[in-house]
């Protein structure tokens, strides 16, 4: 393990622990500008980070969800709540994630989920680890038994992708609604088979991408493209064991 990925899971850790002061308990809701959802737990939990950051690596660009920051393609990632509105709802399918991207392309990840005191990270080249252990997707060669999850039936339906899933919903075995980065992290660690999300943002994608292909999987938009060629805003993701990734894509392109 590096320094840097030592560095970043203390830092995922110390933010998403944070989190937990307000987790279960009344707390004031905020809208975004994209009516989406914000607590004073998320900018707690980002501003710990960046404090952390800023002392161990001074200088280095920073681009979080809730302070906005660097477009440089060096540069940390930082979501201190993915699924704010599962933590509202006292749901703790919730997780605080961190990145570090060269070139524009992460090279480690770290994705934490506070409630549930699971950890998953991923080095380039080391392969991914599940609470210390190494973990590898599912060995499952065809969508007919399997499992998969989506980032929610409504942006399914808002982005124009639920026809593509019902065929989905006929074929697997089971679908869920185990939504953002724990759907992803789900497939990393071997107990679903792929994760479809319509619309996310890179401070959602950056960690579990290269978590997702350090245990074997893949990782790509609708089209097998790579998802950060559009940005930082309006991305799509899907991520599989990679033996079945040919079968949903051929779903959403036919």
Request: aromatic share 8%.
């Amino acid at each position: 393990m590096s320094p840097r990925l030592a560095f970043a899971i203390e830092a995922a850790l110390l933010g998403g622990r944070s989190t937990l002061a307000h987790f279960q308990l009344p707390v004031q809701i905020e809208s975004k500008a994209d009516e989406s959802p914000v607590t004073i737990a998320d900018k707690n939990a980002e501003r710990l980070i960046r404090m952390a950051i800023e002392k161990q690596y001074p200088g280095e660009a920073i681009l979080g969800e809730e302070e906005g920051g660097s477009k440089a393609d060096d540069r940390w990632i930082i979501d201190p709540i993915d699924g704010t509105k599962s933590f509202i709802s006292g749901v703790p399918l919730y997780s605080t994630l961190l990145s570090y991207e060269v070139a524009g392309s992460p090279i480690l990840g770290v994705v934490y989920f506070p409630a549930l005191n699971e950890l998953v990270y991923a080095e380039t080249g080391s392969g991914t680890f599940f609470n210390g252990r190494q973990c590898h997707v599912t060995s499952r060669s065809e969508l007919p038994g399997s499992t998969i999850c989506c980032g929610g039936h409504k942006s399914m339906l808002n982005y124009n992708r639920w026809q593509g899933f019902e065929q989905i919903v006929k074929q697997a075995l089971v679908t869920r609604t185990w939504s953002d980065a724990y759907g992803h992290a789900l497939v990393a660690t071997g107990r679903v088979d792929a994760m479809v999300d319509p619309v996310v943002s890179r401070w959602d994608l950056s960690a579990v991408k290269v978590i997702v292909e350090e245990a074997g999987g893949r990782f790509s938009d609708f089209k097998n493209a790579n998802p950060f060629e559009k940005g930082d805003l309006g991305l799509e993701a899907i991520s599989s064991n990679g033996a079945i990734h040919s079968e949903i894509l051929k779903i959403y392109q036919g």
